[in-house]
């Protein structure tokens, strides 16, 4: 990571642990996203600026729509080799699970766009508390102190591993 991108990372993530961001990012981020997609035909993401980023494509749990999300990811290195993408369900420390996280959980089969390629993926529900652990630590190295989402808000937050499929 470059010295610039961290001294951005390191003043921009304690303004995202703000109650002022938490209000006003879950309004204003999906719209932004939505309109820089259709600008650059999904190769751009303002959120990719400071991490890692994808458009999350699902199946409504109960709707059966398709529905895509802008979400983070953190890149693992699975033993074999292959390498696997972890998306939180934080919600912005919401007391809810978000919607994408019930469609994973209903339709695991999914895909994802990094940089405007669509892969298909499987997406895997994190349950082992050592595992969880371990994907915590790779994901606050990438974005410190993402995990106080989970503290504040109340809730087990849904860690999902994407395979491609």
């Known amino acids: 990571m470059t010295s610039a991108l961290h001294v951005v990372r390191s003043v921009v993530a304690p303004v995202t642990r703000t109650r002022a961001?938490?209000?006003?990012a879950?309004?204003?981020l999906p719209p932004v996203e939505r309109v820089l997609a259709r600008l650059t035909r999904g190769r751009f993401q303002l959120s990719a600026v400071l991490v890692p980023s994808l458009v999350l494509h699902t199946?409504?749990?109960r709707s059966g729509e398709p529905r895509d999300t802008y979400l983070m990811y953190t890149p693992?290195?699975?033993?074999?080799g292959t390498?696997?993408?972890?998306?939180?369900?934080?919600?912005?420390?919401?007391?809810?699970?978000?919607?994408w996280t019930y469609n994973l959980l209903a339709h695991p089969?999914?895909?994802v766009s990094v940089r405007g390629r669509r892969h298909p993926v499987h997406a895997t529900l994190v349950t082992g508390d050592a595992e969880r652990d371990a994907l915590w630590?790779?994901?606050e190295a990438q974005w410190p102190g993402y995990r106080a989402y989970e503290r504040d808000s109340g809730r087990v937050v849904r860690l999902f591993l994407l395979s491609r499929a």
């Open 109 to 111: 089969d999914a895909a």
């Open 26 to 28: 879950p309004v204003v």
């Open 137 to 139: 630590a790779r994901i």
């Open 83 to 99: 390498v696997r993408l972890v998306v939180a369900g934080t919600s912005f420390a919401r007391g809810r699970h978000p919607a």
């Open 59 to 61: 199946t409504g749990a």
């Open 21 to 24: 961001f938490r209000a006003v």
């Open 76 to 80: 693992v290195v699975a033993p074999d």
